[in-house]
Nanobody
């Protein structure tokens, strides 16, 4: 079992920045690929970015490329999502997820464990 706890959400003006964190705990928590998803009001949950267990590979959805950066600190069992130049359309609940697959991709079914989410609100 792996437990995931997100933090760092909040209210920010357009153009601002936030850094989300996802702390992982449990058996072999560091051996999972980690992804971030988001769900905006009235929308389906969508893939944002994934990082491999090693941290060597990342994959971003097009809408956040150049603005968001994922990283992981294995010593702290934590994955970070640095979000810059935020836009109102980035408003959503952000979830982190863990996958035992080497390259899990954007499909939600590839991820076995999910956090509870953290709210990000971007005002215009």
């Amino acid at each position: 079992q792996v437990q995931l706890v997100e933090s760092g959400g909040g209210l920010v003006q357009a153009g601002g920045s936030l850094r989300l964190a996802c702390a992982a705990s449990g058996r072999n928590a560091n051996n999972y690929a980690m992804g971030w998803f988001r769900q905006g009001p009235g929308q389906e949950r969508e893939f944002v970015v994934v990082i491999s267990w090693s941290g060597q590979s990342t994959d971003y959805t097009d809408s956040v490329k150049g603005r968001f950066t994922i990283s992981r600190d294995k010593a702290k069992n934590t994955v970070y999502l640095q979000m810059n130049n935020l836009k109102p359309e980035d408003t959503a609940v952000y979830y982190c997820a863990a996958s035992s697959r080497m390259i899990p991709g954007p499909g939600m079914n590839a991820y076995e464990y999910w956090g509870q989410g953290t709210q990000v609100t971007v005002s215009s």
